[in-house]
Protein backbone atom coordinates (compact mmCIF):
# COMPACT_ATOMS: atom_id res chain seq x y z
CA UNK A 1 0.00 0.00 0.00
CA UNK A 2 1.22 3.43 -0.65
CA UNK A 3 1.59 4.85 2.12
CA UNK A 4 1.89 8.86 3.50
CA UNK A 5 2.96 10.06 6.59
CA UNK A 6 2.98 13.71 7.80
CA UNK A 7 5.61 15.85 9.27
CA UNK A 8 5.16 19.60 9.75
CA UNK A 9 6.86 22.66 7.90
CA UNK A 10 6.78 25.63 10.60
CA UNK A 11 6.94 24.76 14.32
CA UNK A 12 2.63 24.20 15.48
CA UNK A 13 3.39 24.08 18.66
CA UNK A 14 5.75 25.41 21.83
CA UNK A 15 8.29 22.62 22.02
CA UNK A 16 7.81 20.93 18.96
CA UNK A 17 10.26 18.99 17.49
CA UNK A 18 12.59 20.05 14.22
CA UNK A 19 11.42 17.00 12.14
CA UNK A 20 13.79 18.32 8.60
CA UNK A 21 16.71 19.31 10.18
CA UNK A 22 19.50 17.31 9.35
CA UNK A 23 21.75 18.41 12.41
CA UNK A 24 19.71 16.99 15.34
CA UNK A 25 19.04 13.68 16.33
CA UNK A 26 16.17 12.48 17.63
CA UNK A 27 12.79 10.23 17.74
CA UNK A 28 11.26 12.03 14.72
CA UNK A 29 14.13 12.52 12.99
CA UNK A 30 13.95 11.20 9.39
CA UNK A 31 16.74 11.06 6.78
CA UNK A 32 16.86 9.65 3.21
CA UNK A 33 19.25 6.99 1.75
CA UNK A 34 22.35 8.81 0.51
CA UNK A 35 21.62 7.39 -3.03
CA UNK A 36 18.25 9.46 -3.27
CA UNK A 37 19.56 13.29 -2.03
CA UNK A 38 20.93 14.01 -5.24
CA UNK A 39 17.65 13.64 -7.20
CA UNK A 40 15.43 16.83 -7.30
CA UNK A 41 12.16 17.19 -5.60
CA UNK A 42 8.58 17.70 -7.03
CA UNK A 43 6.65 20.22 -5.18
CA UNK A 44 3.31 22.21 -5.24
CA UNK A 45 1.04 24.29 -3.03
CA UNK A 46 -2.22 23.40 -2.55
CA UNK A 47 -5.24 25.78 -1.29
CA UNK A 48 -7.41 23.73 0.83
CA UNK A 49 -10.82 24.86 1.05
CA UNK A 50 -13.49 24.54 4.08
CA UNK A 51 -11.81 22.16 5.99
CA UNK A 52 -10.44 18.64 4.56
CA UNK A 53 -10.26 15.29 6.67
CA UNK A 54 -9.22 11.84 5.48
CA UNK A 55 -8.17 9.24 7.85
CA UNK A 56 -6.62 5.67 5.94
CA UNK A 57 -6.81 2.40 7.79
CA UNK A 58 -3.47 2.44 9.61
CA UNK A 59 -3.99 6.23 10.45
CA UNK A 60 -3.69 7.10 14.31
CA UNK A 61 -4.83 10.73 13.57
CA UNK A 62 -6.74 12.73 11.42
CA UNK A 63 -5.11 14.97 8.80
CA UNK A 64 -7.29 18.33 8.62
CA UNK A 65 -7.24 21.36 6.29
CA UNK A 66 -8.51 24.65 6.63
CA UNK A 67 -9.78 27.70 4.77
CA UNK A 68 -7.29 29.98 5.25
CA UNK A 69 -4.30 27.54 5.21
CA UNK A 70 -2.12 25.98 2.39
CA UNK A 71 -0.27 23.13 2.17
CA UNK A 72 3.12 22.52 0.66
CA UNK A 73 3.48 18.73 -0.39
CA UNK A 74 6.73 17.78 -1.03
CA UNK A 75 6.97 14.62 -3.68
CA UNK A 76 10.75 12.26 -3.79
CA UNK A 77 11.88 11.20 -6.69
CA UNK A 78 9.85 8.35 -8.36
CA UNK A 79 12.94 6.09 -8.11
CA UNK A 80 11.62 2.87 -5.77
CA UNK A 81 12.93 3.08 -2.00
CA UNK A 82 11.18 0.47 -0.05
CA UNK A 83 12.47 1.96 3.42
CA UNK A 84 14.50 4.97 5.12
CA UNK A 85 16.60 5.00 7.68
CA UNK A 86 15.75 5.88 10.99
CA UNK A 87 18.96 7.25 12.98
CA UNK A 88 17.92 5.87 16.23
CA UNK A 89 15.72 2.67 15.59
CA UNK A 90 15.27 0.24 13.11
CA UNK A 91 13.77 0.79 9.95
CA UNK A 92 10.32 2.00 9.33
CA UNK A 93 8.29 2.42 5.61
CA UNK A 94 9.36 5.22 3.53
CA UNK A 95 8.11 8.56 3.75
CA UNK A 96 6.65 9.45 0.19
CA UNK A 97 5.05 12.95 0.76
CA UNK A 98 4.88 15.43 3.58
CA UNK A 99 2.05 17.05 4.84
CA UNK A 100 3.03 19.85 7.17
CA UNK A 101 -0.19 20.60 9.07
CA UNK A 102 -0.60 17.00 9.68
CA UNK A 103 -1.23 17.01 13.65
CA UNK A 104 0.38 13.58 14.22
CA UNK A 105 3.22 12.60 12.77
CA UNK A 106 2.13 9.19 12.15
CA UNK A 107 -1.11 10.30 10.39
CA UNK A 108 -0.74 8.58 7.18
CA UNK A 109 -3.22 9.33 3.75
CA UNK A 110 -3.07 7.10 0.68
CA UNK A 111 -2.72 8.53 -2.47
CA UNK A 112 -5.62 9.24 -5.05
CA UNK A 113 -8.48 11.15 -5.14
CA UNK A 114 -7.69 13.78 -2.53
CA UNK A 115 -4.57 14.57 -4.38
CA UNK A 116 -5.41 14.76 -7.61
CA UNK A 117 -8.47 17.11 -6.78
CA UNK A 118 -6.13 19.39 -4.78
CA UNK A 119 -3.87 19.60 -7.75
CA UNK A 120 -6.57 20.66 -10.42
CA UNK A 121 -7.74 23.56 -7.64
CA UNK A 122 -4.45 24.90 -7.26
CA UNK A 123 -4.89 28.28 -8.76
CA UNK A 124 -1.11 28.72 -9.78
CA UNK A 125 -1.21 25.57 -12.17
CA UNK A 126 -2.18 25.65 -15.70
CA UNK A 127 -4.05 23.08 -15.79
CA UNK A 128 -6.75 25.26 -13.18
CA UNK A 129 -6.94 27.79 -16.33
CA UNK A 130 -9.66 25.42 -17.65
CA UNK A 131 -11.06 24.08 -14.10
CA UNK A 132 -11.90 27.82 -14.22
CA UNK A 133 -14.04 27.30 -17.43
CA UNK A 134 -15.88 24.49 -16.61
CA UNK A 135 -17.22 25.68 -13.26
CA UNK A 136 -18.73 28.63 -15.15
CA UNK A 137 -20.40 26.68 -18.08
CA UNK A 138 -23.22 25.67 -16.18
CA UNK A 139 -23.43 29.17 -14.29
CA UNK A 140 -23.59 30.46 -18.20
CA UNK A 141 -26.68 28.22 -19.18
CA UNK A 142 -28.57 29.10 -16.03
CA UNK A 143 -27.80 33.00 -16.72
CA UNK A 144 -29.38 32.81 -19.97
CA UNK A 145 -32.38 29.55 -19.04
CA UNK A 146 -33.47 31.40 -16.12
CA UNK A 147 -34.12 34.82 -18.60
CA UNK A 148 -35.81 32.56 -21.57
CA UNK A 149 -37.87 30.41 -20.27
CA UNK A 150 -40.42 32.75 -19.55
CA UNK A 151 -40.87 33.79 -23.33
CA UNK A 152 -41.39 29.95 -23.76
CA UNK A 153 -43.88 29.85 -21.16
CA UNK A 154 -45.92 32.69 -22.26
CA UNK A 155 -49.26 31.55 -22.46
CA UNK A 156 -49.35 29.35 -19.18
CA UNK A 157 -47.95 32.55 -17.09
CA UNK A 158 -50.31 34.14 -18.81
CA UNK A 159 -53.43 32.62 -17.85
CA UNK A 160 -52.43 31.73 -14.26
CA UNK A 161 -51.87 35.64 -13.67
CA UNK A 162 -54.85 37.24 -15.11
CA UNK A 163 -54.02 41.01 -14.20
CA UNK A 164 -51.26 41.01 -17.14
CA UNK A 165 -54.42 41.25 -19.24
CA UNK A 166 -52.64 42.75 -22.58
CA UNK A 167 -49.88 41.93 -24.94
CA UNK A 168 -48.33 45.51 -24.47
CA UNK A 169 -47.99 44.79 -20.29
CA UNK A 170 -46.12 41.19 -21.39
CA UNK A 171 -43.73 43.14 -23.74
CA UNK A 172 -43.00 45.63 -20.75
CA UNK A 173 -41.95 43.03 -18.58
CA UNK A 174 -39.73 41.52 -21.25
CA UNK A 175 -38.13 45.01 -22.28
CA UNK A 176 -37.95 45.69 -18.31
CA UNK A 177 -35.25 43.14 -18.42
CA UNK A 178 -33.35 44.13 -21.28
CA UNK A 179 -33.38 47.83 -19.70
CA UNK A 180 -32.08 46.82 -16.34
CA UNK A 181 -29.97 44.43 -17.59
CA UNK A 182 -28.32 47.17 -19.98
CA UNK A 183 -28.02 49.92 -17.43
CA UNK A 184 -26.29 47.62 -14.92
CA UNK A 185 -24.37 46.18 -16.82
CA UNK A 186 -21.16 48.39 -17.06
CA UNK A 187 -21.64 48.99 -13.05
CA UNK A 188 -21.35 45.19 -12.60
CA UNK A 189 -18.15 45.24 -15.04
CA UNK A 190 -16.94 48.24 -13.03
CA UNK A 191 -16.98 46.43 -8.99
CA UNK A 192 -15.70 43.45 -11.11
CA UNK A 193 -12.28 45.41 -11.92
CA UNK A 194 -12.10 47.45 -8.61
CA UNK A 195 -12.36 44.41 -6.12
CA UNK A 196 -12.77 40.31 -6.78
CA UNK A 197 -14.59 39.26 -9.52
CA UNK A 198 -15.00 35.82 -8.14
CA UNK A 199 -17.06 37.57 -5.32
CA UNK A 200 -19.38 39.40 -8.20
CA UNK A 201 -19.87 35.73 -9.90
CA UNK A 202 -21.13 34.04 -7.13
CA UNK A 203 -22.78 36.73 -5.48
CA UNK A 204 -24.92 37.37 -8.75
CA UNK A 205 -25.21 33.41 -9.30
CA UNK A 206 -26.73 33.02 -5.91
CA UNK A 207 -28.96 36.57 -6.08
CA UNK A 208 -30.55 35.88 -9.86
CA UNK A 209 -31.05 32.19 -8.59
CA UNK A 210 -32.94 33.87 -5.08
CA UNK A 211 -35.21 35.70 -7.68
CA UNK A 212 -35.76 32.89 -10.08
CA UNK A 213 -37.50 30.98 -7.28
CA UNK A 214 -39.33 33.88 -6.20
CA UNK A 215 -40.36 34.03 -9.40
CA UNK A 216 -42.20 30.68 -9.10
CA UNK A 217 -44.38 32.14 -6.51
CA UNK A 218 -45.12 35.69 -8.31
CA UNK A 219 -49.26 35.85 -7.87
CA UNK A 220 -49.60 39.59 -9.86
CA UNK A 221 -48.41 41.42 -12.80
CA UNK A 222 -46.62 44.10 -10.58
CA UNK A 223 -44.61 41.46 -8.21
CA UNK A 224 -43.73 39.47 -11.92
CA UNK A 225 -42.68 43.24 -12.97
CA UNK A 226 -40.41 43.79 -10.13
CA UNK A 227 -39.13 39.87 -10.11
CA UNK A 228 -38.36 40.73 -13.93
CA UNK A 229 -36.49 44.27 -13.25
CA UNK A 230 -34.41 42.50 -9.93
CA UNK A 231 -33.31 39.76 -12.24
CA UNK A 232 -31.91 41.73 -14.64
CA UNK A 233 -29.90 43.78 -12.30
CA UNK A 234 -28.37 40.44 -10.25
CA UNK A 235 -27.44 38.88 -14.53
CA UNK A 236 -26.28 42.08 -15.18
CA UNK A 237 -22.91 41.41 -13.19
CA UNK A 238 -22.06 37.74 -14.27
CA UNK A 239 -21.40 37.91 -17.99
CA UNK A 240 -18.79 40.78 -17.75
CA UNK A 241 -17.06 39.62 -14.64
CA UNK A 242 -17.11 35.72 -15.89
CA UNK A 243 -15.58 36.42 -19.08
CA UNK A 244 -13.09 38.65 -17.61
CA UNK A 245 -12.03 36.08 -15.37
CA UNK A 246 -11.55 33.36 -18.10
CA UNK A 247 -9.41 35.88 -20.19
CA UNK A 248 -7.23 36.65 -16.55
CA UNK A 249 -6.23 32.53 -16.49
CA UNK A 250 -6.55 32.10 -20.27
CA UNK A 251 -3.67 34.64 -22.04
CA UNK A 252 -2.12 33.51 -25.11
CA UNK A 253 -2.82 30.82 -27.44
CA UNK A 254 -6.05 29.37 -25.63
CA UNK A 255 -8.39 32.55 -25.00
CA UNK A 256 -10.15 32.21 -28.38
CA UNK A 257 -11.20 28.16 -27.19
CA UNK A 258 -11.81 29.09 -23.16
CA UNK A 259 -14.09 31.90 -24.07
CA UNK A 260 -15.51 29.80 -26.78
CA UNK A 261 -16.64 26.78 -24.40
CA UNK A 262 -18.26 29.17 -21.95
CA UNK A 263 -20.34 30.94 -24.54
CA UNK A 264 -21.48 27.06 -25.50
CA UNK A 265 -23.16 27.32 -22.47
CA UNK A 266 -24.95 30.31 -23.34
CA UNK A 267 -25.90 28.31 -26.45
CA UNK A 268 -27.19 25.42 -24.41
CA UNK A 269 -29.25 27.67 -21.77
CA UNK A 270 -31.08 29.21 -25.04
CA UNK A 271 -32.38 25.57 -26.22
CA UNK A 272 -33.03 23.79 -23.07
CA UNK A 273 -35.47 27.24 -21.94
CA UNK A 274 -37.12 27.03 -25.64
CA UNK A 275 -38.35 23.63 -24.59
CA UNK A 276 -39.70 24.68 -20.54
CA UNK A 277 -43.19 25.37 -22.56
CA UNK A 278 -43.20 20.84 -22.67
CA UNK A 279 -42.76 21.26 -18.32
CA UNK A 280 -45.44 24.55 -18.25
CA UNK A 281 -48.13 22.31 -20.38
CA UNK A 282 -47.92 19.13 -18.39
CA UNK A 283 -50.24 18.87 -15.89
CA UNK A 284 -48.00 17.54 -12.99
CA UNK A 285 -45.59 20.16 -13.32
CA UNK A 286 -46.47 23.74 -14.76
CA UNK A 287 -44.26 26.98 -15.19
CA UNK A 288 -43.83 27.48 -11.41
CA UNK A 289 -42.22 24.39 -11.15
CA UNK A 290 -39.52 25.13 -13.33
CA UNK A 291 -38.81 28.48 -11.88
CA UNK A 292 -38.80 26.40 -8.58
CA UNK A 293 -36.28 24.20 -9.68
CA UNK A 294 -34.00 26.36 -11.62
CA UNK A 295 -33.40 28.46 -8.88
CA UNK A 296 -33.02 26.46 -6.10
CA UNK A 297 -30.39 24.21 -8.62
CA UNK A 298 -28.36 27.72 -8.91
CA UNK A 299 -28.34 28.21 -5.24
CA UNK A 300 -27.06 25.14 -4.21
CA UNK A 301 -24.36 25.40 -6.86
CA UNK A 302 -23.35 28.82 -5.72
CA UNK A 303 -22.11 26.75 -2.39
CA UNK A 304 -19.54 24.67 -3.99
CA UNK A 305 -18.65 27.38 -6.33
CA UNK A 306 -17.63 30.12 -3.59
CA UNK A 307 -15.00 27.57 -2.49
CA UNK A 308 -13.76 26.14 -5.74
CA UNK A 309 -13.62 29.39 -7.91
CA UNK A 310 -10.03 31.57 -7.20
CA UNK A 311 -9.13 34.79 -8.51
CA UNK A 312 -5.93 34.68 -10.89
CA UNK A 313 -2.96 35.01 -8.70
CA UNK A 314 -0.63 38.18 -9.13
CA UNK A 315 2.75 37.49 -10.35
CA UNK A 316 5.30 38.16 -7.91
CA UNK A 317 6.50 41.57 -7.84
CA UNK A 318 3.53 42.60 -9.17
CA UNK A 319 2.28 45.59 -7.90
CA UNK A 320 -1.74 45.49 -6.72
CA UNK A 321 -4.07 46.93 -9.34
CA UNK A 322 -5.10 50.47 -9.59
CA UNK A 323 -8.28 51.51 -8.15
CA UNK A 324 -8.99 54.63 -10.63
CA UNK A 325 -12.44 56.38 -10.42
CA UNK A 326 -15.55 55.79 -12.87
CA UNK A 327 -14.64 58.64 -14.28
CA UNK A 328 -10.82 58.04 -14.81
CA UNK A 329 -11.76 54.48 -16.38
CA UNK A 330 -14.72 55.77 -18.66
CA UNK A 331 -12.10 58.82 -19.79
CA UNK A 332 -9.85 55.75 -20.42
CA UNK A 333 -11.90 53.76 -22.43
CA UNK A 334 -13.71 56.44 -24.44
CA UNK A 335 -10.41 58.10 -25.41
CA UNK A 336 -9.17 54.42 -27.26
CA UNK A 337 -10.29 54.35 -30.82
CA UNK A 338 -10.03 50.98 -30.96
CA UNK A 339 -12.47 50.58 -28.24
CA UNK A 340 -14.93 52.38 -29.65
CA UNK A 341 -14.92 50.79 -33.15
CA UNK A 342 -14.98 47.39 -31.13
CA UNK A 343 -17.53 48.77 -29.43
CA UNK A 344 -19.71 49.65 -32.86
CA UNK A 345 -19.13 46.17 -34.34
CA UNK A 346 -19.93 44.27 -31.49
CA UNK A 347 -23.60 46.22 -31.66
CA UNK A 348 -24.24 46.28 -35.52
CA UNK A 349 -24.69 42.55 -35.94
CA UNK A 350 -26.12 41.97 -32.32
CA UNK A 351 -29.47 44.26 -33.93
CA UNK A 352 -29.51 40.77 -36.08
CA UNK A 353 -29.43 38.60 -33.64
CA UNK A 354 -32.06 40.27 -31.52
CA UNK A 355 -34.71 40.34 -34.91
CA UNK A 356 -33.62 36.71 -35.13
CA UNK A 357 -34.13 35.73 -31.17
CA UNK A 358 -37.50 37.65 -30.76
CA UNK A 359 -39.27 37.70 -34.08
CA UNK A 360 -37.85 34.55 -36.10
CA UNK A 361 -40.64 32.11 -34.81
CA UNK A 362 -43.19 34.19 -35.81
CA UNK A 363 -42.02 35.19 -39.14
CA UNK A 364 -41.59 31.25 -39.60
CA UNK A 365 -45.10 30.75 -38.69
CA UNK A 366 -46.43 33.28 -40.60
CA UNK A 367 -44.72 33.00 -44.04
CA UNK A 368 -44.46 29.07 -44.27
CA UNK A 369 -48.06 28.57 -42.73
CA UNK A 370 -46.77 26.34 -39.60
CA UNK A 371 -47.60 25.42 -36.35
CA UNK A 372 -46.63 27.49 -33.29
CA UNK A 373 -44.60 24.77 -31.79
CA UNK A 374 -43.17 23.48 -35.02
CA UNK A 375 -41.98 27.53 -35.86
CA UNK A 376 -40.62 27.95 -31.72
CA UNK A 377 -38.12 24.56 -32.42
CA UNK A 378 -37.27 25.79 -36.22
CA UNK A 379 -36.48 29.15 -34.93
CA UNK A 380 -34.30 28.55 -32.24
CA UNK A 381 -32.90 24.67 -32.38
CA UNK A 382 -31.06 24.64 -35.22
CA UNK A 383 -29.28 28.24 -35.46
CA UNK A 384 -28.32 27.50 -31.70
CA UNK A 385 -26.83 24.30 -31.97
CA UNK A 386 -24.79 25.63 -35.15
CA UNK A 387 -23.65 28.32 -32.72
CA UNK A 388 -22.14 25.92 -30.45
CA UNK A 389 -19.84 24.10 -33.51
CA UNK A 390 -19.38 27.97 -34.70
CA UNK A 391 -17.87 28.77 -31.02
CA UNK A 392 -15.30 25.75 -30.78
CA UNK A 393 -14.49 25.71 -34.20
CA UNK A 394 -13.95 30.03 -34.18
CA UNK A 395 -12.41 29.68 -31.09
CA UNK A 396 -9.68 26.46 -32.48
CA UNK A 397 -9.36 28.80 -35.69
CA UNK A 398 -8.56 32.35 -34.17
CA UNK A 399 -5.82 30.79 -31.20
CA UNK A 400 -4.16 28.81 -34.47
CA UNK A 401 -4.04 32.02 -36.61
CA UNK A 402 -2.88 34.49 -33.57
CA UNK A 403 0.37 32.17 -33.56
CA UNK A 404 1.18 34.27 -36.77
CA UNK A 405 -0.42 37.21 -36.74
CA UNK A 406 -1.78 38.98 -33.20
CA UNK A 407 -4.51 40.12 -35.79
CA UNK A 408 -5.66 36.33 -36.34
CA UNK A 409 -8.77 36.84 -34.03
CA UNK A 410 -10.34 39.81 -35.70
CA UNK A 411 -9.75 38.30 -38.63
CA UNK A 412 -11.50 35.27 -37.48
CA UNK A 413 -14.72 37.56 -35.97
CA UNK A 414 -14.26 38.85 -39.65
CA UNK A 415 -14.87 35.98 -41.26
CA UNK A 416 -18.38 35.33 -39.18
CA UNK A 417 -19.54 38.76 -39.61
CA UNK A 418 -19.15 37.46 -43.49
CA UNK A 419 -21.53 34.39 -42.99
CA UNK A 420 -23.74 36.89 -40.90
CA UNK A 421 -24.23 38.85 -43.72
CA UNK A 422 -24.70 36.45 -46.46
CA UNK A 423 -27.35 34.41 -43.45
CA UNK A 424 -29.68 37.75 -43.38
CA UNK A 425 -29.93 38.51 -46.94
CA UNK A 426 -30.73 34.14 -47.73
CA UNK A 427 -33.09 34.17 -44.17
CA UNK A 428 -35.02 37.69 -46.28
CA UNK A 429 -34.93 35.44 -49.46
CA UNK A 430 -36.79 32.13 -47.95
CA UNK A 431 -39.85 33.04 -48.01
CA UNK A 432 -40.11 33.02 -52.03
CA UNK A 433 -38.86 29.86 -52.12
CA UNK A 434 -41.64 28.20 -50.26
CA UNK A 435 -39.33 26.01 -48.24
CA UNK A 436 -39.12 25.93 -44.62
CA UNK A 437 -35.87 23.73 -45.58
CA UNK A 438 -34.16 26.89 -47.24
CA UNK A 439 -34.81 29.10 -44.01
CA UNK A 440 -33.39 26.95 -41.73
CA UNK A 441 -30.50 26.43 -43.51
CA UNK A 442 -29.42 30.07 -43.69
CA UNK A 443 -30.40 30.08 -39.93
CA UNK A 444 -27.84 27.58 -39.62
CA UNK A 445 -25.64 29.89 -41.53
CA UNK A 446 -26.52 32.68 -38.83
CA UNK A 447 -25.06 30.27 -35.75
CA UNK A 448 -22.47 29.37 -37.38
CA UNK A 449 -21.18 33.02 -38.02
CA UNK A 450 -22.43 34.21 -35.06
CA UNK A 451 -20.25 31.26 -33.21
CA UNK A 452 -17.28 32.72 -34.74
CA UNK A 453 -18.08 36.40 -33.95
CA UNK A 454 -19.47 35.72 -30.59
CA UNK A 455 -16.00 33.95 -29.66
CA UNK A 456 -13.97 36.52 -30.53
CA UNK A 457 -15.31 39.82 -28.74
CA UNK A 458 -13.66 39.35 -25.26
CA UNK A 459 -10.30 37.93 -26.56
CA UNK A 460 -9.76 40.95 -28.96
CA UNK A 461 -11.08 43.33 -26.40
CA UNK A 462 -8.00 42.38 -24.13
CA UNK A 463 -5.76 43.12 -27.50
CA UNK A 464 -6.97 46.85 -26.71
CA UNK A 465 -7.57 47.15 -23.04
CA UNK A 466 -5.37 46.27 -19.85
CA UNK A 467 -6.95 43.90 -17.36
CA UNK A 468 -8.13 46.19 -14.96
CA UNK A 469 -10.63 47.63 -17.61
CA UNK A 470 -11.95 44.20 -19.13
CA UNK A 471 -14.76 43.83 -17.24
CA UNK A 472 -16.45 47.52 -17.21
CA UNK A 473 -15.53 47.77 -21.09
CA UNK A 474 -17.78 44.55 -22.04
CA UNK A 475 -19.89 45.95 -19.40
CA UNK A 476 -19.97 49.05 -21.57
CA UNK A 477 -20.32 46.99 -24.76
CA UNK A 478 -23.51 45.30 -23.22
CA UNK A 479 -24.86 48.38 -22.71
CA UNK A 480 -24.99 49.85 -26.15
CA UNK A 481 -26.10 46.38 -27.74
CA UNK A 482 -28.68 45.54 -25.77
CA UNK A 483 -29.92 49.18 -25.88
CA UNK A 484 -29.84 49.31 -29.63
CA UNK A 485 -31.39 45.82 -29.53
CA UNK A 486 -34.07 46.98 -28.05
CA UNK A 487 -34.61 49.94 -30.96
CA UNK A 488 -34.07 46.69 -33.61
CA UNK A 489 -37.21 44.96 -32.31
CA UNK A 490 -39.20 48.41 -32.72
CA UNK A 491 -37.65 49.51 -35.54
CA UNK A 492 -39.10 45.83 -37.49
CA UNK A 493 -42.52 46.14 -36.08
CA UNK A 494 -42.50 49.43 -37.68
CA UNK A 495 -41.31 47.97 -40.96
CA UNK A 496 -43.73 45.05 -41.18
CA UNK A 497 -46.82 47.28 -40.31
CA UNK A 498 -45.50 49.52 -42.83
CA UNK A 499 -45.55 45.96 -45.20
CA UNK A 500 -42.12 46.72 -46.42
CA UNK A 501 -41.11 43.19 -47.68
CA UNK A 502 -39.27 41.11 -45.51
CA UNK A 503 -36.44 40.76 -48.54
CA UNK A 504 -35.76 44.45 -47.75
CA UNK A 505 -35.91 44.52 -44.04
CA UNK A 506 -33.35 41.49 -44.15
CA UNK A 507 -31.00 43.07 -46.94
CA UNK A 508 -31.25 46.04 -44.57
CA UNK A 509 -29.71 44.08 -42.10
CA UNK A 510 -26.97 42.46 -43.76
CA UNK A 511 -26.00 45.61 -45.06
CA UNK A 512 -25.05 46.11 -41.35
CA UNK A 513 -23.42 43.17 -41.02
CA UNK A 514 -20.73 44.42 -43.41
CA UNK A 515 -20.24 47.88 -42.54
CA UNK A 516 -19.14 46.46 -39.52
CA UNK A 517 -16.84 44.04 -40.83
CA UNK A 518 -15.14 46.54 -42.34
CA UNK A 519 -14.89 48.56 -39.08
CA UNK A 520 -13.67 45.37 -37.18
CA UNK A 521 -10.48 45.21 -39.86
CA UNK A 522 -9.61 48.95 -38.67
CA UNK A 523 -8.79 47.69 -34.83
CA UNK A 524 -4.90 47.58 -33.93
CA UNK A 525 -3.87 45.34 -30.84
CA UNK A 526 -1.80 47.74 -28.55
CA UNK A 527 1.76 45.91 -28.48
CA UNK A 528 2.19 46.46 -24.87
CA UNK A 529 -0.74 43.66 -24.59
CA UNK A 530 0.60 41.12 -26.64
CA UNK A 531 0.77 38.28 -24.14
CA UNK A 532 2.91 35.11 -25.55
CA UNK A 533 2.18 31.59 -23.93
CA UNK A 534 3.04 29.03 -26.02
CA UNK A 535 1.80 25.56 -24.96
CA UNK A 536 -0.97 26.49 -22.05
CA UNK A 537 -3.31 28.30 -20.53
Known amino acids: MDLISASSVAQGAAGATDRTSPGRAGPADWRRPSRLRSAPDRRWSVPFPLGVGVRSPRSRGWLAGFASGRAEIRFPPRRHSPR ?31 FTCMKWLDATKRSYAWVVVGLLVPVALL ?45 GG ?59 FHSGQTRSRAVGLHQMGIY ?36 PLWFLLRQRPRAAGAAPGSRTSPSAVLHELLGNRSFILLVLYFTLPAMAG ?47 WTRRTQRGRIYTSALGMVCIAVAMFGVGYSPQTGRLGVAIAFLILFGWGWGFFDTNNMPI ?73 PGGA
Not at 358 to 387: H, N, R
Request: hydrophobic share 50%; with cysteine; glycine share 10%.
Open 461 to 533: LCQIAPPQLRATGYGLMNLVSISCGGLADWWFGILRDLRIPLLAIFGIFASVALLATGLVLLIRPRRDLIEPN
Open 143 to 187: NYLDRQMLAAMKFSVMNDIPDIGSEANWGKILALFKWTYAGLSPI
Open 354 to 400: WIVRDWMPAILKAEFGIGQGKAGVSATLYWMLACIVGAFCGGWLADR
Open 84 to 114: VQRRDGPSEPRLERTIPWCPNRNGRLPRGLL
Open 268 to 303: AGVIVGGFSGYAADHPALGWRWMFDVCGLVGVFYAV
Open 190 to 248: FLADRFSRRHVIVGSLAVWSAVTWTTGHVTTYDQLLLTRAVMGISEAFYIPAALALIAD
